[in-house]
């Protein structure tokens, strides 16, 4: 597992999941950390491929006192205590890559994300339990944006704002989506670059 730490006013996670280290998700997430450490804020990078994370979740794993292994509980402490968190990604069919999906399914976990309560009626609710206030979600993709709203719905929003930060407890969510990558020139992904500079600097001011 590889990560970088350095001392600073908050702790972000920073989750990339590209396969291909010259990507232009990598130029994300290098931004954003850079722009993070430039703040002052102490930063742990995850690159999925390259930590080789195990995507797959065993019935097993399933049970709330489930016992985990080392890698998984380390993600879930981190996690659980980040006081920001970044994701980085390529839309692939509407979904993250599923190395990320299984991240999600391994790490955000009950007991670790969130809780159920119950409400008056008895009703389980949920309780979201990550410390962070604040997430950004980079992610790219090859249709252009108008196309994605008005044909599919944008269901990443669904996905990341609704059903996995604001459950968890994450109130302010923040995505950007730069597209199409595949016909982009040099100009446009510097002109990205540097939203995502700006993005990541609004969300997470130097104190």
Known sequence: MRRLYLHGTMAISIILAHPNK???NHAIAQAAATTLRDNGHAVILHDLYAEGFDPILSGDEIPRNATLAPAIEAYC???RSAQGIIIVHPNWWGQPPAILKGWIDRVFRQGVAYEF???DKGEGVPVGLLNART???FHTANTP???EREIFGDPLDGLWTRCIFQFCGVKDVRRRLYTPVIISTPEQRAAWLQDV?????RAFPSA
């Open 117 to 119: 309560g119950t409400n």
């Open 197 to 201: 500079r700006d993005t990541v600097a």
């Open 145 to 147: 944006a108008d196309r």
């Open 22 to 24: 010259g990507s232009f």
């Open 77 to 79: 402490r981190e996690i």
């Open 135 to 137: 997430a950004v979600i």
